[in-house]
């Protein structure tokens, strides 16, 4: 048996698990960057919802200034 031809195909292989995962990941990344933009988790209704809950009723200034400061941090 020749081992050196063996641990070539060894790792080969592994180059191409780890090469695979590598690629894999920032294709999901890049995926889940792109449905968090087209659908963002939080909207201006629940920013409303949310500070109601406080206590507080926010003006719509208010709710810009948070709405913009969320999609800050989304991006």
């Given at each position: 048996?020749?081992?050196?031809?063996?641990?070539?195909?060894?790792?080969?292989?592994?180059?191409g698990?780890?090469?695979g995962?590598?690629?894999?990941?920032?294709?999901a990344?890049n995926?889940m960057?792109?449905y968090?933009?087209?659908?963002?988790?939080?909207n201006?209704?629940?920013?409303?919802?949310?500070?109601?809950?406080?206590?507080?009723?926010p003006?719509?200034?208010?709710?810009?200034?948070?709405?913009?400061?969320?999609?800050?941090?989304?991006?």
């Open positions: 048996m020749n081992w050196g031809a063996f641990f070539l195909d060894i790792l080969k292989v592994l180059g698990f780890i090469a995962a590598v690629l894999g990941f920032f294709i990344r995926y960057k792109k968090m933009k087209k659908n963002p988790p939080i201006e209704q629940m920013i409303r919802s949310m500070m109601a809950g406080m206590g507080r009723t003006s719509q200034k208010q709710v810009n200034q948070m709405m913009k400061q969320m999609t800050k941090y989304m991006d």
